[in-house]
């Protein structure tokens, strides 16, 4: 087998791809990995104007309407997520969010001022709905998926290049990686977890993906922060999430579940470690802000 690496940047954060594949496919593979992840990222952005996701999010409270698969795979995870987690992770914070300030790609959203907030509760998952093909928003209710989009993504691309033909493949777009297979040459991924605490990000594990446990996200509160918040939205008060946990690192079966365990660990703090190994995760988190 032959491996082919990229890396670029998508969703916002850092891209990585690596795809282990016979002969000259590990290469185009890999080509075809990052153009899918550019695709995702074209129908879920919420800073893209003609994102699909944004049409959607205009037609709130004016019935269903035909999305794309892509678009109706996102929008059905952000509801599983969201029972999940027990409403821990709930993607109708989009309001929250655009009170907050966080209306801009975050690159100018850290330039901006500070601004007075009023709260704005997220109003719940329970009111979309999700037909085979369609979705129908409610009246002033508009979509975030945040993290999920991103944990979602590896998933989705991940699978594809696995069923054509990859040998083993990896997807990691900032703190989410997601794996299929594994390399020719080990018995797992080996993936290095890092403390944002300290400015030098120094590394502090070395994580292990297998086929059971293929992804891993890690979410921070250290990190996307303006005008003394951060981008970790407690849905029930719309306001920046507070507890005695500053970073969250999860191991899960999947992109999208790590990403909203990750959230579910900043949310709750020290008191979701066992409720996520209940849930099959392995959590590692970090206490509040060091040096």
């Known amino acids: 087998m032959q491996r ?4 670029g940047r998508a969703m916002g954060s850092d891209l990585h791809v690596i795809v282990w594949a ?69 993607a109708t914070v989009l309001g929250a969010m655009l009170s907050l300030g966080y209306d801009r790609d975050f690159a100018a959203v850290a330039m901006s001022l500070p601004v007075a907030a009023a709260p704005v509760p997220a109003p719940g998952m329970s009111d979309v709905l999700i037909g085979e093909r369609t979705v129908a928003l409610p ?3 508009g979509l975030d998926p945040g993290g999920i989009g991103k944990g979602l993504a590896g998933d989705v691309v991940t699978e594809e290049i696995y069923a054509a033909g990859a040998g083993a493949v990896l997807v990691g777009i900032g703190g989410d990686v997601v794996t299929r297979g594994v390399p020719p040459d080990a018995r797992s991924w080996r993936v290095s977890m890092r403390d944002d605490r300290f400015d030098a990000a120094t590394e502090i594990r070395m994580l292990e993906l297998t086929p059971r446990r293929c992804a891993v996200a890690t979410s921070s509160t250290l990190r996307r922060c303006w005008a003394g918040r951060h981008h970790v ?48 995760c392995t959590p590692y988190l970090l206490g509040g802000r060091c040096g």
């Not at 999208?256 to 990750?262: L, M």
């Open 22 to 90: 016979c002969g000259d496919a590990a290469e185009r593979l890999a080509d075809l990995a990052v153009l899918r992840v550019e695709l995702l990222e074209s129908c879920w952005s919420r800073f893209r104007p003609d994102s699909e996701l944004n049409r959607l999010n205009a037609r709130a409270g004016r019935g269903a309407i035909v999305v794309s698969d892509d678009l109706h795979r996102l929008v059905a995870s952000c509801a599983q997520a969201c029972v999940w987690s027990g409403g821990d992770v709930d």
């Open 139 to 141: 009246e002033g209710v």
């Open 4 to 7: 082919a690496q990229r890396r």
């Open 233 to 280: 939205v407690h849905p029930r008060t719309g306001l920046p999430s507070r507890s005695d946990t500053a970073q969250a690192t999860v191991l899960a079966d999947c992109g999208w579940r790590a990403e909203a365990a990750a959230t579910v660990g900043l949310i709750r703090g020290s008191a979701s470690t066992d409720w996520l190994a209940d849930r099959g």
